[in-house]
């Protein structure tokens, strides 16, 4: 069963009408679920809008009363390519509301969530927003579950989002009872710029930052080999409590705002490794929507990778390597066992 929040608000904010991070982004992904609605076993639920005081709890009140300051107003250019219209404060609430009450299901429930939201979020840092986020969905459905409902400490955030989410990153950068894998294109050609493998988190948190950039156009195949090589095995020494995933869909091939070169079938891949993962968890799956812009493909990869999520028949890991596999392991190798 897949348990999904949806906040129509967000198909309330817009960023003008040539911005690919669109309301109709929203509506793909939906329809997709919808026909889809009995084979993957779809339940559609309502969720609450976060509130101002939650999201201080990793924003600060400047960044908070910034955003609220638009409510209702014209448009507001924050950066160049992050833009508020008169509902992006609403929709910033809902966005956060519905992944925030994704991760308490999933954790209670132990089953798979989706909170299908925009403005996605994993860029926004604790006091900027930038790259179409506003606020850190992820990073705050973590944050409030630490603080209210976690008992081991441990939570993995798997970012597949083809940009690294350097905000998620930052917010847990000190901290070891959050795991960030992120993989990525290599921040030498792709935006944000970060998440290179030496970024490994600092004091408490070395170690529990895991950067895995990938070379342009990489393909299925490569990408399922890192996560074979790299991700499974420190995911089944870590357990974590619950996993949440950073889910995107911009690293299929030709996307306008992205570099790699994954297939929808791909996708489905990366959905069986985690229904493998996720017996670490007793099923505790909660995936939060960030980007994916090639309209063409969004709704096929989103369903192959909840299928793949929800597969029980295992999968058959990549062997092999290459010169920059092997680097990044022979960095990471001196936290966890690979």
């Known amino acids: ?69 638009t409510s209702g107003g014209s448009r507001t250019y924050l950066t160049p390519d992050t833009i508020t219209n008169s509902e992006t404060w609403k929709s910033s609430l809902a966005a956060a509301g519905a992944a925030n009450e994704a991760v308490i299901y999933s954790y209670k429930k132990k ?112 990408y399922l080999r890192a996560l074979d090589q790299i991700v499974v095995p420190i995911v089944e020494q870590y357990e974590p409590e619950i996993i949440l995933v950073s889910m995107g869909f911009d690293a299929l091939l030709g996307d306008p705002y992205g570099e790699l070169g994954l297939t929808v079938s791909g996708f489905r891949e990366i959905g069986r490794r985690i229904a493998h993962m996720k017996k670490k968890c007793k099923n505790r799956v909660a995936c939060i929507l960030e980007g994916g812009y090639k309209y063409s493909e969004l709704g096929k990869a989103l369903i192959a990778f909840l299928e793949g999520v929800e597969d029980k028949s295992g999968f058959e890991p990549m062997r092999g390597s290459d010169r920059d596999l092997d680097r990044i392991k022979s960095v990471i190798r001196n936290y966890w066992e690979i």
């Open 1 to 69: 069963m897949v348990v999904v929040f949806y906040p129509k608000q967000g198909l309330l904010h817009e960023m003008g009408s040539e911005h690919l991070e669109s309301p109709r982004r929203l509506q793909i992904l939906y329809d997709a679920l919808v026909e889809h609605k009995k084979e993957l076993k779809v339940e559609f639920k309502q969720s609450d809008p976060i509130s101002k005081e939650d999201l201080m709890r990793i924003h600060t009140q400047n960044l908070v009363n910034l955003i609220e300051s």
């Open 111 to 222: 089953t798979t969530t989706v909170a299908l939201v925009r403005p996605p979020g994993h860029h926004a840092t604790s006091d900027v927003a930038m790259g179409f986020c506003f606020f850190n969905n992820i990073a705050l459905a973590a944050e409030i579950f630490l603080r209210e409902h976690s008992r081991k400490k441990r939570v993995l955030i798997l970012d597949i989002d083809q940009h690294h989410g350097n905000g998620t990153q930052d917010i847990f950068y000190n901290r070891q009872d959050v795991l960030y894998i992120s993989l990525h294109c290599n921040p030498k050609f792709s935006f944000p710029g970060t998440g290179d493998v030496l970024e490994l988190g600092k004091g408490k948190g070395l170690g529990y930052s895991v950067n895995i950039p990938l070379a342009f156009e990489t393909n299925d195949r490569e």
